[in-house]
């Protein structure tokens, strides 16, 4: 009998461990087909250097736990697999794979992410190994190709909403107030940013900047003094990915897909606006919390993530290779959807950004945007608490010899 290894990769979301208990549940319901469930420790770093764990070993209550725990469980990474297949790294890779008797593989990540999915595909097809790899969508930034959304946005986009929707409420108890810039993640799609319009008139940003748009500098200043000077404080929500020149950027880190590692934007633009209009600011930071927090999972997303776990076991098992699960939009209102497989050399280092028709101007979105954003956000999740504290899983993380 053969084995599965899961794989986590690239940033986390809320939802990344849904996936996983998904997965871990359907493939115990195939145990004459899977004889062993192991979960690759770092991302595919696990499998390259052969620290691997048996999920199979865990406690059934903290596999439940899974549901409710934020970043990812296994630990996850941004490495880049070399292009050429003979390279050195792909022989660890199989002599583990050989060691450990996998036939299925795993890979939840975003579209970097799907790019070690692909090569793992193609390695599989060269040299002529039996392997199923499929590939299982997560990222924040929705910025997936193909797909109608990315499983752990619309989690992200509700705490972004939310979160915004209270600052909101605070910013605006003063006679005279500040401008407050919310940074909201998302690198060159500004999906994230964007969903803060879905508020209602009261507390939606009173300007929307993302990276599809040009940012101007001078126009941004104007911008902020006309609403300031009109409602006495002003709230801009700003995506961390529009380029402003940057006073970081002469010591910026990169990870290997070539990616900047970002945040400090809204603390540059308080400063331009302290400097430039002498106006009173406050940057708001969401960082990390805006994708590790699961007391604002969508019921949407989450059910959404353990459907594609699951599924992404079973098309394993009816022999698919290569692929990722997409989900295609059927309808709006009433919300419809179809789950499909996808060539995942059609996803990989591609970027989905926000198209024209979801745009109004360059701070607003559009009704389609909205009617698009809606049904995602949708439903809230029940969290175990213990003495006010949100339970997560704890593993063992028992190795596999
Ligand atoms: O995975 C996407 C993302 O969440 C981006 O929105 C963000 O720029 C990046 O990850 C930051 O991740 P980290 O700080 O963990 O590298």
Same mark, same amino acid.
């Given at each position: 009998m053969k084995n599965m290894i899961y794989i986590q990769s690239g940033g986390p979301t809320s939802v990344i461990n849904s996936s996983l208990y998904g997965a871990i549940q359907e493939a115990k319901l195939h145990s004459?087909?899977?004889?062993? &469930?192991? @979960?690759?420790?770092?991302g595919v770093e696990g499998l390259i250097e052969d620290n691997i764990i048996d999920l199979g070993l865990e406690d059934e209550e903290q596999i439940e736990l899974l549901k409710q725990t934020a970043g990812a469980i296994l630990g996850t990474t941004r490495r880049k697999l070399p292009r050429n297949v003979h390279d050195p790294v792909y022989q660890k890779i199989i002599d583990n794979i050989e060691k450990h008797n996998i036939k299925y593989i795993f890979i939840n990540g975003g579209n970097d992410s799907m790019d070690t999915c692909h090569k793992l595909s193609v390695l599989s097809q060269e040299m002529g190994l039996d392997l199923r790899v499929i590939g299982v969508p997560k990222t924040i930034d929705n910025d997936l190709a193909v797909t109608d959304h990315s499983l752990g946005f619309p989690s992200a986009a509700k705490f972004v909403i939310n979160s915004v929707?209270?600052?909101?409420?605070?910013a605006g108890c003063y006679r005279s107030g500040k401008v407050y810039?919310?940074? &909201?993640? @998302?690198r060159n799609a500004g999906w994230l940013t964007a969903s803060t319009d879905l508020l209602p008139d009261d507390t939606r940003p009173d300007l929307i900047y993302i990276p599809e748009r040009p940012f101007d500098p001078n126009l941004f200043l104007e911008e902020v003094k006309e609403v300031y000077e009109r409602k006495g404080y002003a709230i801009v929500a700003v995506?961390?990915?529009i380029e402003f020149s940057r006073k970081s950027m002469g010591n910026v880190r990169f990870d290997s897909f070539g990616h900047a590692q970002l945040g400090g934007i809204a603390d540059e633009l308080c400063e331009y606006v302290e400097d430039e209009l002498n106006l009173p600011t406050r940057a708001v930071e969401f960082s990390l919390t805006q994708r590790a927090f699961p007391p604002l999972i969508s019921k949407v997303d989450?059910?959404?993530?353990?459907?594609?776990?699951?599924?992404?076991?079973r098309s394993a098992l009816e022999g698919e290779t290569g692929k990722m699960i997409v989900i295609k939009r059927i309808s709006d209102e009433p919300?419809?959807?179809e789950y499909?497989?996808?060539d995942v050399g059609n996803i990989a280092n591609h970027e989905s950004i926000i198209p024209e028709s979801m745009m109004l101007d360059h701070t607003r979105m559009s009704e389609s945007f909205?009617?698009?954003?809606r049904p995602l956000i949708r439903g809230e999740i029940e969290i175990k608490y213990k003495d006010g504290l949100a339970l997560h899983a704890s593993l063992k993380k028992i190795k596999v010899k």
């Open positions: 004459s087909q899977i004889d062993h &469930i192991y @979960g690759s420790l770092y929707n209270s600052t909101a409420i605070d810039v919310v940074e &909201i993640m @998302g995506s961390e990915g989450q059910d959404e993530a353990i459907y594609i776990g699951r599924m992404a076991v919300y419809v959807i499909r497989l996808e909205r009617r698009y954003l």
